[in-house]
């Protein structure tokens, strides 16, 4: 009788074994046929919506099955529109994939509103680098320095209230005591980079990314004065412009500053719906590792004249847990901090 019930348990352990790789093995099936949705919660024009096309160009090639990768622009509330559809209404088997603001986690954290998703509970797919912002003004204007910002005030061209083109010299105001005034509404990064050149405001503030790949030749020809750089050090090709981490002239300045422009580490990252089969998820991470060395991608990058840094899902995943992690105390001082039109 023992050795009738070992054998019908073995069997069960077998046929379940056997169930689970029939399972698996189908894996690999499932975008046969199938269309990824790409959405960026982002208007046309400018680094995020570049990096995405460049990305839905690529990756399928990578994903067994070779779906279809479309892409959608979703802008609106600084990208929480676009995340909040992929966390709340999209499918969740790995048919859509997201890129929404750096920010996004410390906006969870802060309540901010207009949030509803949780960043813990997405599904990282990879990073093609990270994010940083500059704040620069026109030629002509007065304001030409950091410092000179502290004492006259300059109009910069704003987007949405919850987008990092707001939000950094926002906060700078508020930790450093600048005098930046956003002119809201222009659609995106583009639309106010064209406001600039028609003298409707004196400056802007974006990725660095997105003004080398719009307007390269204002780095060369000076056209524009850059005041700052949101990161966490300086960019190589910017050796002479201070972080905000930089300027703050006390500790507690710089640890409210650091809090938040750890957002730039998680930079143009991907991520799919929560609840993603498992599977799904693995090759949706490896297909993406595998578009960032893919030559013809990384050429793509090169021909525009964009960087890259790539991380992992897994990495990402650790990242976003990280930056979560913020004591109540800093948090408490990055809510004072935060500009009141991204609450």
């Known amino acids: 009788m023992q050795k009738l019930k070992a054998a019908s348990a073995m069997s069960g352990l ?15 099936d499932f975008y ?41 622009n979703m802008p609106g509330a600084g990208s929480f529109l676009a995340v909040n559809q992929i966390f709340n209404a999209s499918p969740k088997d790995g048919t859509t994939i997201g890129l929404g603001a750096p920010t996004l986690v410390l906006d969870e954290k802060l309540g901010t509103n207009g949030v509803r998703f949780k960043t ?29 910002a502290m004492k006259t005030e300059a109009a910069l061209g704003g987007t949405g209230a919850g ?20 002119i809201m509404g222009y659609k995106g990064s583009n639309e106010a980079m064209l406001a600039l050149e028609r003298g409707e405001v004196e400056g802007h ?27 966490l050090k300086r960019l190589p ?26 957002a730039s580490e998680i930079g143009t990252s991907f991520f799919t719906t929560p609840r993603t089969p498992v599977e799904q998820v693995t090759l949706l991470r490896r297909a993406f590792d595998a578009t960032m060395t893919d ?14 840094g790539p991380m992992t899902g897994e990495d990402l ?15 408490e001082k990055v809510r004072k901090a935060y500009p009141d039109e991204g609450k």
């Open 237 to 262: 090709e910017l050796p002479d412009v201070p972080t905000a981490i930089e300027t703050a002239d006390t500790p507690e300045k710089k640890q409210i500053l650091t809090a938040i422009m750890s």
């Open 32 to 72: 046969k046929g199938r269309t990824i949705e790409l959405v960026i919660g982002y208007a046309t024009g400018g680094s995020n919506d570049t990096y995405s096309r460049m990305v839905a160009q690529h990756i399928g090639k990578h994903i067994p099955g070779t779906p279809n990768v479309v892409v959608r």
């Open 317 to 331: 995943q650790k990242l976003v847990t990280d930056v979560s992690s913020i004591t109540p105390e800093l948090l």
């Open 120 to 148: 813990a509970e997405l599904n990282w797919i990879g990073r093609v680098g990270p994010l940083v912002n500059i704040v620069f003004t026109w030629k002509t204007s007065p304001v030409k320095t950091i410092q000179d």
């Open 163 to 182: 987008s990092t083109v707001s939000i950094y010299p926002l906060v700078l105001n508020n930790v450093l005591g600048t005098k930046f005034k956003l």
């Open 295 to 308: 030559a013809a991608f990384t050429g793509d990058l090169q021909r525009m004249g964009m960087s890259m």
């Open 14 to 28: 077998i046929a379940a074994l056997v169930a689970s790789g029939a399972a698996r093995a189908q894996v690999p």
């Open 205 to 231: 503030s974006t990725a660095y990314e997105a003004v080398r790949a719009a307007k390269p030749s204002w780095f060369k020809d000076g056209s524009i004065h850059v005041l700052s750089q949101f990161g």
